[in-house]
């Protein structure tokens, strides 16, 4: 069983659409994160949510919008899309928000914006 | 703002060989983590040190975080095909973990 699964693993979209990825944790931790790879493999967080509460919004445009309808899930939603989202997307999951936390990480999605 | 600066970033060395990677920041960190990334697949914890001055073992991995937790370093000794990957360091601070610009590593048989 896959502890940290997103979907889709690639997803190859037109400038200006709108597209989602879904992530789902069965650790049964209370905190999830999404996290963006740019192309040199430099790691960001955007956002963070403990028990489906938004923590960290970290200066992420707005047209970026998470939503977690349950502690196990946190989706991306990712509206009029530019060339410049194009990288690679990664879920995160821990069991509680604190400084030593280990974070599992789901397999990734890439984003590529033509 | 890079907070955390990983050299070298790249590395191809010889099987066998030791190596050392560093991790440098001007801020303190409460604790600071090491991942290992391979292509497709996520970042996965090697190990978290708190401590100033902390040093762990992991085989053949040695983790030291230094006096002042501005700084770790990671040496890996008679270094194998399989630790090939991206070594990515992440500083916690303020419940906000920071990763390092990475170290792609290459071991050649």
């Known amino acids: 069983d896959t502890a940290v699964s997103q979907t889709p693993k690639y997803l190859v979209t037109q400038m200006g659409n709108d597209k989602s990825i879904k992530c789902e944790q069965n650790l049964g931790h209370d905190t999830m994160y999404w996290y963006k790879q740019d192309s040199k493999k430099f790691l960001k967080i955007m956002f963070s949510y403990n028990n489906k509460e938004l923590i960290i919004n970290e200066t992420v445009p707005n047209r970026f919008s998470p939503k977690s309808p349950d502690k196990a899930h946190l989706n991306l939603h990712i509206n009029s899309l530019e060339l410049g989202d194009s990288a690679v997307y990664f879920c995160?999951?821990?069991?509680?928000?604190?400084?030593?936390?280990?974070?599992?990480f789901g397999s990734g999605t890439q984003l590529s914006v033509l | 703002t890079q907070l955390l600066e990983q050299s070298p970033q790249f590395l191809s060395i010889q099987e066998g060989e030791n190596l050392t990677v560093y991790c440098n920041s001007s801020?303190?960190?409460?604790?600071l983590q090491w991942y290992r990334q391979e292509p497709g697949e996520g970042p996965v914890l090697l190990v978290t040190?708190?401590?100033?001055?902390e040093v762990k073992k992991l085989k053949r991995l040695t983790f030291q975080f230094g006096d002042a937790r501005k700084d770790s370093s990671l040496h890996i000794t008679a270094a194998q095909p399989g630790d090939t990957g991206l070594y990515l360091c992440a500083g916690a601070r303020n419940e906000k973990l920071t990763f390092g610009t990475g170290t792609r590593l290459t071991i050649i048989p």
């Open positions: 040190v708190v401590t100033g001055g």
């Open positions: 801020s303190v960190f409460s604790s």
């Open positions: 995160a999951s821990s069991q509680n928000m604190g400084y030593n936390e280990k974070l599992f």
